[in-house]
Nanobody
């Protein structure tokens, strides 16, 4: 089992920045990939960014150049630095971890609102 605790959401003006954090605990030695998804009410949950144990990253095209994902393996924490935020980035953001043997785990979600 892996437990995830997210923090860092909030409200920001367009062009502003936020940093999301997700701390994992429990069977952290089984984690191979950490990432972030986002979901707008009534729509599907979509990948934003992911990073594997080797530090390789993937981003959805709409956030490339604006968002950065990085992880602190020693602390089993993944971060999502979000810059130049746009109203269309407004969503609930979910941390996710993929493990080798025990499946996929999701955080509780944190709201990000970008509005003037």
């Amino acid at each position: 089992q892996v437990q995830l605790v997210e923090s860092g959401g909030g409200s920001v003006l367009p062009g502003g920045s936020l940093r999301l954090s997700c701390a994992a605990s429990g069977n952290i030695f089984d984690i191979k990939i950490m990432g972030w998804y986002r979901q707008v009410s009534g729509e599907q949950r979509d990948l934003v960014a992911r990073i594997d144990i080797g530090g390789n990253t993937n981003y959805v095209d709409s956030v490339k150049g604006r968002f950065a994902i990085f992880r602190d393996n020693a602390k089993s924490t993944v971060f999502l630095q979000m810059n130049s935020l746009k109203p269309e980035d407004t969503a609930t953001y979910y941390c996710v971890v993929e493990t080798t043997f025990s499946g996929v785990y999701w955080g509780q979600g944190t709201q990000v609102t970008v509005s003037s």
